[in-house]
């Protein structure tokens, strides 16, 4: 049986730092994932474009019996971080705002986890209104338990099903590619996105063990294509092995965007932790001047 690592021992926000050349890897560096059946989170994730800092994470489980399957870390580029600080400000504050005050990021905080159409909206845009806002992030998944990618294949794509659901009372559009989309209106029935999501089934559903606590890396790219890797060798301090599985890229940003708001949005979420310290993460972010290099 899984065991859960005490509440007071998680964090409720991750806090953002800035790597330090010339210092390993230690506790400092490390976020308790939560359970004993994976090792803590490196604050950090090297990928081929660069360094992602952790913004938060949280275990993944299913039926009312609470079966732990995976924790879930979300990382962001180091360099998009002042950006999606500035559009978290610009969308929940307004448009002047360069930090939140405390009322502010309470206001804020609650918006975020909203499950109805206010928080759907904010998450939404941060992450279909690509005209205004691009960052660059990963999911980090490392299962409690061995798996395979068919089954975190139908659990991915029943995520992303459930997300396509125009907002109630939302004209239908497809165009996200307009300067101003209306991200609530967008719908998903086309032939387009029907080929994407068929695309990202193949790429995760290939016949392949996932062993406990191995790393499977789902990437977001700036234009909002998804990668997706997986390192068998268990490695955890950040770093891909030599041994990293480049598994395929769908390059419609829909698809990525609704696997997000899987974890991010709604009523129902894939891991209610994870979006409560990815949201932690964000609002912890506020707090100091946009554009404040952070961690410092």
Not at 58 to 69: D, E, H, M, Y
Not at 90 to 101: C, E, I, P, S
Not at 133 to 160: C, E, M, Y
Not at 277 to 284: A, E, N, Q, Y
Request: charge should be neutral.
């Amino acid at each position: 049986m899984d065991a859960p690592v005490p509440s007071q021992h998680l964090p409720s926000v991750v806090v953002v730092e800035k790597e330090t050349k010339g210092e390993g890897n230690n506790a400092a560096d490390q976020v308790p994932s939560g359970t004993t059946s994976v090792p803590p989170f490196p604050r950090t994730l090297k990928l081929e474009d660069g360094v992602y800092h952790l913004l938060g994470l949280g275990i993944r489980t299913v039926s009312f019996l609470n079966i732990q399957v995976y924790v879930g870390g979300l990382y962001v580029h180091e360099d998009d971080l002042p950006g999606l600080q500035m559009a978290v400000l610009k969308r929940v504050v307004g448009q002047q705002a360069t930090a939140a005050t405390i009322t502010e990021r309470e206001d804020m905080k609650k918006m975020l986890l909203d499950g109805g159409e206010k928080g759907e909206r904010v998450w939404r845009e941060l992450l279909l209104d690509l005209e205004h806002t691009k960052w660059r992030s990963a999911w980090r998944i490392v299962p409690t338990r061995n798996t395979d990618f068919q089954h975190l294949r139908d659990g991915f794509v029943r995520g992303i099903q459930a997300r396509t659901k125009t907002a109630p009372h939302s004209p239908a559009s497809t165009d996200i590619t307009s300067s101003s989309p209306d991200v609530l209106a967008l719908t998903f029935n086309d032939t387009s996105f029907t080929e994407s999501l068929s695309s990202f089934r193949n790429i995760v559903g290939i016949k392949r063990s996932v062993a406990k606590k191995k790393t499977v890396i789902l990437h977001r790219s700036a234009e909002g294509a998804l990668s997706v890797l997986f390192d068998p060798s268990g490695r955890n301090d950040g770093v891909l092995s030599e041994e990293t599985l480049k598994m395929g890229t769908v390059t419609d940003p829909r698809v990525s965007a609704l696997l997000w708001l899987n974890y991010l949005a709604g009523d129902k979420v894939a891991s209610k932790e994870a979006r409560e310290s990815v949201v932690d993460g964000v609002v912890g972010m506020v707090k100091r001047p946009a554009g404040v290099q952070l961690g410092v």
